[in-house]
């Protein structure tokens, strides 16, 4: 997705259908899942054969506003996708869109009402956020941002007396993703630390040290590599000299060659291949392994007590 | 939510109800859709007076594994939550929970039938990762590393000369959350940086130098402020001596103040109060805040196009 502004590119929005996401909380949630359900349509989004506008109003936990942004949507002809948990709101919502004639679908609803009845609870109605509920200042809390925090230092092989404190060890060449997706990781509270191979350069014996089921190794096809390194170059302002060597071909493969080599040594490193993969899809299968060599369970899973 | 093992804390585990989560992608919208539904039970969630254990199986595509996590959850008597996109797969699993008693919920078909019902266009079926599909090297994907790396680089100060580069600027004194809400932002594709307010230490000029716009304040109550700092002092491991003029009430009212001072001092700066609120929540306060500056819009939203 691209943000713009509603005027831009007149044309093109003329024909694009839009979805309005409508949440009394933060509206991350909307988003998530409209752009996971987007995903069935990419075939067609990719070239905008069906152009798309999804526009996100969040902290909406009043009738008024929520009406105006209904009436609105029926003059855009969009559709309308809610979470709200006051259940009278929400109510008020699905009335309005029938009314309007807005095609509408609660998402928060439905997944609360089954959890409801399965826990034998009823649901508080309260939005995120409604006065005199508090965050608390779990040990969880301290946690994850304990994990940011460790992350960014050890970001691009910095500091590495402290690899042993870190979860999770990311190792690979340049433009492997190794820093964004560090930083995914350490958002779900894993002390992440990366480390890069650059041929000729040691790697730091501390990464030998510890344990290796901790440390994971990412890989790329080589095309792939180059096309994000030249776009790397060009964003850098690399010198013509550097970035010939850095995106050249010959050096490329060398490069992953070389790291090919070292991850052969370390057996135990798992390597994973990330073309053609999300941010969050190689984190997914990071997490995997993780919790796979952590529990050894006959059916790898990811669990959490709440 | 903690993590933990299965086997943890026996006689809680056994009165905790399960949630499966079952994906053929990430599970990161399953797990973010029962997180938020989960927030409507906080009310006895927090004392564990209903206790819910989670559980996220990912990158589950065939039948076979499907059915055996349908035949586990039936055992332990969870429910299960599950978004994959082939609807054979899909119906699969309605039918094997409907067998098996085990009470189920699709999150990803309604919303993908309601947007492909207004879109006229069908859901290609195609999971996340299926073979074939590549992740377009768009422009949004090198944005959005960019903006995660010049976040991490701005961190804590560092590099002022810089601030001009930045999409928003977040100020605020240690321990208001600055660097997880600037990482936060930066996964969203937004160019952060954060400039600490220390008591007695001039602020760098070029953060006066920048349009106003895009600073923004954080303030924080001076009570969780300390209850934080306490909690950072004690993982840095600070001297006793410095500890107590960090976390000091006296000291933490006296630099609260000071911050209060510069903000008053330039009144186009907004300034949000984080203390009860998460990273995301206020996340959304900024972005709501930076969209309305930029559009200057009836409606505040954030539009995006895919
Ligand atoms: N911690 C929470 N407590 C209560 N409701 C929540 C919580 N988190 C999310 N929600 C609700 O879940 C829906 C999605 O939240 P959001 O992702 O913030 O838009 C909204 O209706 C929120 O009010
Ligand atoms: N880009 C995408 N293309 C196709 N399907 C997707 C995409 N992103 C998410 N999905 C589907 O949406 C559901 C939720 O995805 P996930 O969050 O990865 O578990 C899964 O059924 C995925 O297969
Ligand atoms: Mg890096
Ligand atoms: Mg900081």
């Not at 996708?81 to 004639?101: F, V």
């Not at 500091?159 to 433009?175: E, Q």
């Not at 050096?251 to 135990?268: D, K, M, T």
Request: proline share 6%.
């Amino acid at each position: 997705p691209r943000e713009g502004s509603d005027g831009e590119d007149n044309a093109e929005v003329e024909a694009a259908k839009s979805i309005y996401m409508v949440s009394d909380g933060t509206g991350w949630t909307a988003e998530h899942s409209v752009s996971a359900a987007l995903g069935q349509f990419d075939y067609c989004l990719v070239d905008r054969a069906c152009p798309v506008n999804t526009h996100l109003f969040s902290g909406i936990d009043d009738v008024e506003r929520l009406m105006e942004i209904v009436k609105q949507a029926a003059l855009e002809g969009a559709m309308l996708i809610y979470t709200i948990a006051d259940p009278s709101m929400a109510e008020s919502a699905r009335q309005a869109c029938m009314m309007w004639g807005v095609p509408s679908t609660d998402i928060l609803g439905p997944i609360t009402e089954a959890i409801a009845s399965h826990l034998g609870v009823s649901p508080s109605g309260l939005p995120r956020g409604a006065p005199g509920r508090k965050v608390p200042l779990t040990e969880e809390y301290f946690r994850r941002i304990e994990a940011i925090e460790f992350t960014i230092k050890q970001d691009d092989g910095a500091l590495p007396r402290n690899l042993h404190m870190a979860d999770i060890i990311l190792t690979g060449v340049s433009r492997t993703g190794k820093t964004p997706l560090s930083i995914y990781l350490s958002q779900k509270g894993y002390k992440v630390a990366n480390v890069p191979i650059v041929m000729g350069v040691e790697l730091p014996k501390t990464l030998f040290e510890v344990d290796p089921e901790k440390v994971v190794g990412l890989t790329i096809n080589p095309l792939v590599l180059q096309t994000i390194r030249r776009a790397r170059a060009k964003t850098l302002g690399f010198a013509k000299e550097a970035r010939s060597n850095y995106c050249e071909m010959d050096y490329v493969r060398q490069e992953l060659e070389f790291a090919s080599r070292i991850f052969a040594q370390n057996p135990v490193w798992p390597v994973i291949e990330v073309s053609g993969r999300a941010i969050e899809e190689t984190a997914a299968v990071v997490l995997r392994l993780y919790q796979d060599r952590k529990e050894k369970c006959l059916m790898p899973r990811i669990s959490k007590r709440y």
